[in-house]
């Protein structure tokens, strides 16, 4: 009776903090450039995100399950839950995006030395620094362990010489977690380390990659012999992949748990259908078709969803099974490209084109979700890959040549 009245008066509170403290202006929905990202050069898109960001950051909610000596909100799984909840229910924005706080804080907080955590973990959560990850190389994609930027022993220091590519906004972040090799003799997942780089040192450049859609979100991120501290290894020497695994956990909890990281419009796919349907679209694709793709999708997605229910549930009593998160992203990516392909059809030419002379940021906002959420099953791991994984570690099938 007293927990359930403590867990009461607890949501209660976090209920009239979040009145309080999260401006009506930051419970619409997300669009891509009014998200806050951490960083130096940090920018905020209006008083109110500044305004929310900051009381968020004060009170740990920016990593809310990260111990508060460490910046974090200190909260358990059950009042993390409730936050999200609450969170949910008003609609509030997150207050902050980086990688760092998805990917590496996790990671640190499971490999990492006193030091770094004090070091590292208070600016993540505080926002001061914004990180990239350094994994991808030009032969080292779905083969990560192939890669060969070298890091070379340098008394205090390693000397770091080679280059990573898709690095997403190296050229905003002011930090990288890099994968580096630091033996080549044995196999090549036992002489990897983990590595963190500031972008400031000399002898790092960093070129974006200019796309097709004129956006330039990837760089390729050189080092030539750029001095790192010794200090900046996390984890055993040559022992980073452990920690590269980690960071690739959270990475595709994320993925799963992104229905889009493009702009999401209001949308519901059951009235763009009413709407915008009658007996065929303008490709001549007929409504029956699409009204029994669209049941389908809806099935699967209600699937898809209890799946994640699932996760969150045994997230709470802290008893997952480690085989669930690896379907939800192979699961949950492919749902969203399903279900933007039905509405692309629905739309017929409207669907086509970047803009419509009666709602222009609906349609140009789902090409591009279109086009976009593409990369959702690439980034973090390939599907193809992810369905390798599954194969040998879900349903044990004898080995194929997998690289994580
Ligand atoms: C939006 C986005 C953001 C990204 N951000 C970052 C970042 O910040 N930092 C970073 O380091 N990387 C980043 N990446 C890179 C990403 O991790 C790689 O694109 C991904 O791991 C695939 O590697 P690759 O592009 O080299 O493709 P490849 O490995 O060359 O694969 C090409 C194709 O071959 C298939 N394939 C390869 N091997 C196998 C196999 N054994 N079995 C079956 N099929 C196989 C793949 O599934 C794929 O279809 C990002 C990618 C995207 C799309």
């Not at 419970?27 to 209006?46: A, T």
């Not at 990180?131 to 032969?139: D, L």
């Not at 049941?295 to 209600?302: E, M, N, P, Q, V």
Request: aromatic fraction near 8%; charged fraction near 25%; include cysteine.
């Amino acid at each position: 009776m007293k927990n359930a009245d403590t867990a009461v008066s607890f949501r209660t509170e976090i209920k009239s903090w979040l009145q309080k403290n999260c401006p009506i202006s930051q419970r619409q929905p997300i669009i891509q450039k009014e998200q806050i990202w951490g960083g130096r050069n940090k920018h905020f898109y209006n008083d109110d995100a500044r305004h929310w960001f900051e009381a968020a950051r004060d009170r740990g909610f920016t990593a809310p399950e990260w111990p508060a000596r460490y910046g974090g909100g200190g909260l358990s799984a059950d009042q993390a839950a409730v936050l999200r909840e609450e969170m949910q229910d008003l609609g509030c924005r997150p207050p902050l995006y980086d990688q760092g706080l998805w990917m590496l804080g996790p990671a640190l907080l499971v490999f990492g030395t006193e030091a770094q955590k004090q070091r590292h973990l208070p600016a993540i959560c505080r926002g001061e620094i914004r990180w990239a990850q350094g994994y991808s190389e030009p032969f080292a994609g779905s083969d990560l362990a192939n890669l060969q930027t070298k890091a070379e022993d340098d008394g205090d220091f390693f000397k770091v010489t080679g280059s990573k590519i898709w690095t997403t906004r190296a050229d905003a972040a002011d930090w990288i977690f890099c994968l580096v090799r630091t033996d080549d003799s044995g196999p090549k997942q036992q002489g990897i380390s983990f590595l963190l780089i500031d972008l400031a040192s000399a002898g790092v450049s960093i070129a974006p990659i200019p796309l097709l859609s004129g956006d330039s979100d990837f760089c390729q991120t050189f080092f030539d012999d750029v001095r790192v501290p010794k200090d900046n290894l996390v984890g055993e020497l040559h022992g980073g992949w452990a920690v590269a695994k980690e960071v690739l956990r959270h990475e595709r909890q994320l993925m799963a748990s992104f229905e889009s990281m493009a702009e999401k419009p209001k949308l519901n796919i059951i009235d763009l259908f009413n709407e915008h349907m009658g007996n065929e679209n303008a490709y001549g694709i007929s409504s029956t078709d699409i009204r029994s793709r669209l049941a389908s999708h809806l099935i699967r997605d209600s699937a898809v969803k209890q799946l994640g229910n699932r996760i969150a549930q045994q997230h709470e009593v802290q008893s997952v099974d480690s085989r669930l998160p690896l379907l939800m992203k192979y699961l949950s990516t492919r749902e969203v490209q399903h279900k933007n392909e039905i509405i692309l059809d629905i739309l017929g030419t409207r669907g086509l084109s970047l803009a419509s002379p009666d709602n222009p940021e609906l349609y140009d906002s789902m090409v591009k979700q279109w086009a976009f959420d593409k990369a959702l099953t690439i980034a973090g791991g390939t599907s193809e890959i992810q369905l390798n994984i599954i194969a040998k570690r879900a349903l044990e099938l004898p080995s194929a040549s997998t690289p994580e």
